[in-house]
Structures are given as structure tokens and as C-alpha cells.
């Protein structure tokens, strides 16, 4: 097996160079889920020093297992750098400070070329400053805020304005958002993958992409910094971006989504809430009523009832009363016939 460094004849068994000490074999390495490769290990020090690949970035050779590439051997090349024609080694901290032209070319070790030092992770780019001071914006040709600049990139990610908006900072001169020195040139989408882990960053292009090829849905979560929620890809900034001509089954459908009103929840609830006190009064109230019915139809059966009995006890006295004086009567009747003389029996003669 031959090094692509060296150009050294290996044993095909050899993991490493037996001459420069390289790893041998082809490396791929994953994109955006996607396998790439075949790449020697020159190339894929190259395109860490681009800034292609990260720390993070998932990497292997053949017959070895997916590591990262921070986990890598080739990790501990990278951080061996060199400047062209000067054979000292610099760690990265080292060679940033010593703040090299933008134009000198700059490797580490393994790597078969040089970069111009404004071409590698060495270089850092100068960072846009974002004046802290209020913006208006013009909306149905009213001038609204004042808004600090992140809120316009909120309302711009928003698809609230769009690149040809009018701002100005203050009582300067208004111009086109996109011509401000606010408007963002570079913008990082992350897609919502669902359990799956987020993917991204992606760039606008990219994101766009993959909506025209049908991976992303209207409804598809997606995020930017300057947001401060996901929102769907139909509401964002993206919309602006998609293809003039796509095909009918491709255009987005307008959303039926409502937006979320905490306060109309609340109101929602409290309506039930009042809704069913009041059913459960009601409620209340009628069982009561029910009870206080029946109490009194059984007063009114009691009151009738001791009324008929009443009226059979004094049935029955009368009766008594009438059974008394028949029994006085029958007694008295009895002693007036017993005081009466007996009548003698007289015999005659024949």
C-alpha cells in the first residue's frame, strides 16, 4: 500500500507509514447524514484547516470504526503548524499570534499543500459590530419603532420585512434593509428533525434545497440565531429564497394554524370553569327543591293521615259510648224483671 504522503511502498497490513509514520488506508467521513469520501489523510487535514470539517465531524478509515475527528489520529496533526519555508512548529494559539499577512501561506503537518493563511481556521474573520442604537423601520408607509437591531433581523427571519424595507438609523438617511450595515450577509438554518437530533447549520441555499427536493414539509420546523422560537418553514425568511417556477405540488398552501393566544386559553377555561359552577348549582338547587318538595307532600300524607285516625278514634268512642249505654240499659232491664213476684201454681179438682 503506497502513502499518499510520501509516496512509500507499505505492507498492505501496515495501519501507518513505516516511513513518515502517515495513516494509510482511504477515510470517508458523514455530511449532513451522507457518507463522503474515499480522501486521503493529506486531504482531510486540508479540509479541516479550511474550516470543512470540525472537531465534531464524524470520520473513518476502512476496516475501523467511526470516531470523530477530534478522536482521530490525524487530530494530532492538526495541531502541528507550519509556515511555508520556515521549518519551525507553531501550535495554533502560537502562529495566531504572530498576526501573519492574510496571503502567507500557512499547513500542518500532513497536509500536501499550503493555504493562504485568510483561508484556514487561523484567520478570524472581523466580527460585524451591531450599533447599539434605536432603528426605525417603515411598514404601510408608517415609520414604526424605535427597535434595537436584533429585533429587525427577528422581524426579518419573520418574513415581517424583507430585504428591500426601508430603515434608518436614527435621524439618518433611510435605506434598504439589505443595504444597511445591519442586514445579515451569511445566515445559519437549523431544521427540526423530530426525536431525530437537529440538523444543521445550513446555509440558505441549502435549506432551500432541501425543500425544493421535497425533505422538508410547509409545517417543518426551522431556526436561526435572532429567533427566539422555531417557527414553521412557510413563516420564516426562507420563503423569500424558494424558486420562482416550482411545480404546483411543491407550492406552499397557506397555514390554518392559529396562532397561540395564552389569554384566549384562559378565558376558554375560565368560561368552563364558570359554566360548570353554575351547572353544578343548579344542580344543587334542583335536588334541594326535590327534597323540600317531598317533605312537604309527606307532611301533607302525615297531617291526612293522623287526621284518619283521629276520626276513628272518635268513631270508635262513640261506639264505645254507644256499647256502654246498650249495656246499662240490658242491666237495668235485667233487675227490673228479676224484683218481679213469681205467680203461684193453683191445682183443681176434678
Known sequence: ????????????????????GMPLGQWYYLENGQEQGPLSSSDVLTLYC????????IL??????????????????????????DDATYTQEEIQALQLDENT?????????????????????????????????QKDEQWMGPVQADSLLTLYLQNEIVEDTLVRNGQQEAVSYASSSIYPQTLEWYIDQGKKEDAGPFSTEQAVAFYVQQEMEPDTLVWAEGLEEWIAFEESALMRFLPEEMPVEQMVQPS???????????????????????????????VKANHMAQVEVSEEQLESDINDLQDEIDSAKEDLETSQKNNKQNKKDLETVQKKPKKSKKRHRC
Not at 50 to 57: D, I, R, S, V
Not at 258 to 267: D, T
Request: charged content about 20%.
Open 50 to 57: 479550511k474550516g470543512q470539517l470540525t472537531t465534531e465531524t
Open 1 to 20: 500500500m503506497k502513502c499518499d504522503y510520501c509516496q512509500q511502498e507499505n505492507n498492505a497490513s501496515d495501519d501507518f507509514c513505516t516511513h513518515c
Open 105 to 137: 501561506n500557512v499547513f500542518v503537518e500532513g497536509m500536501q499543500e499550503s493555504l493562504p493563511y485568510n483561508q484556514t481556521i487561523l484567520f478570524e474573520k472581523p466580527v460585524l459590530e451591531v450599533p447599539s442604537v434605536d432603528w426605525f423601520y
Open 60 to 85: 473513518y478509515r476502512e476496516q475501523h470504526a467511526r470516531q470523530t475527528f477530534e478522536q482521530s489520529v490525524l487530530y494530532g496533526y492538526a495541531q502541528k503548524w507550519h509556515i511555508l519555508e
Open 256 to 286: 390554518t394554524k392559529q396562532p397561540f393566544n395564552k389569554w384566549k386559553v384562559a378565558i376558554i377555561a375560565l368560561s368552563v370553569l364558570l359554566v360548570t359552577a353554575i351547572g353544578v348549582d343548579v344542580y344543587l338547587w334542583r
